[in-house]
């Protein structure tokens, strides 16, 4: 993405979120789900936009796991790790998905499918009462 | 069967076993299956619902590849095995008094008229019928009749749910002073069930408000000779 298409693109976010309080968190959410990360060119505009200081939009970033400011270079596997799906088996979901291949692995910590525990997100699609040859048929349909 | 009306949840749990592939199959055979919320009872999803003139039958945890046989017996009345009978009729289901919930699993979550046809913006209906004061006046009552009550009702009251006069020591003292003070909730105006009497200085309630009266700042009252 040139620099002018990301000028415009959080000038456009900006604009979205005008007026709001507390935007910085959707306007975030909003650019990450554009441009699949946040790039760090793009602090300056949005702290410019925000006026809050870099450092604070860095600080923010840097909290939450969920905010990526390098895009994925494969798609994104979450395996639930919280307490339901541990006592569901998902220790053994998670030895599937650390076997597994071309994608990008993180931990999550709740779904919110735990009435149908074990479960994982892949690529954006959940997956509840998930075993490892489910996960390994989910990765293998997309890859 | 295109007469056939039925649905399916869309439901993030629902969805994450299968409904979406429940809902395609349905799709493919011509039947549009309307997507409501979750009964909540995800074991048993993905749930087809289909009505009769009976109610909803339901047929759960259902896969895509089953729908077929499911049709089949609909069409011929023959027995399912994933056949559950009348949703509603469930014992879980019908043990609940849902009412925050009461449209969950009936009605599509994003549809507004929906909403309104199974009994919605009734109550906003009603207030924006009446005058002003009288939705005050309203709210009042509905104050009067909470169900759950906080803080000791009062003395008489406390004694008089005990049951027996013997029983009256028991009341702890703190409990007492509090109502002499009027520090304590009003007795409800529907006068119901009384606070139980052995709600005493261990109570949370009642050490939490000790303890904020321990930070009160005492009341500064000048000394006679200055």
Redesign the interface.
Known sequence: MSSSDLTATVANLLAEHQGQRGALLPLLHALQQRLGCIPPEALPLLAAGLDRSRAELQGVIDHYPDFRQQPLAAPLLRVCRAEACQAMGGERLWQAAEQGQGHVLEPVYC???C??AP?FEFDGV????ATPDSLRAALGAKG | MSALRCQVSCDSAARAVGADALAAALQALGIAPRRTSSRGLFWLEPLLEVETPEGLMGFGPLAADELPGVLAALRDGTPHPKALGAVEALPFLARQQRLSFARAGRSEPLSLTDYEAQGGWVGLRAAQAMAPADIVAAGARLGAARARRRGLCGRHQVAHGAGRAGRRRKIPGLQCRRGRLRQLCRPHADGGRPLPAHRGHGHRGARARRARRLHLPALRVPGRRG
Request: glycine share 20%; charged share 20%.
């Open positions: 779904l919110g499918l009435a149908c479960a959940r997956h509840g009462r």
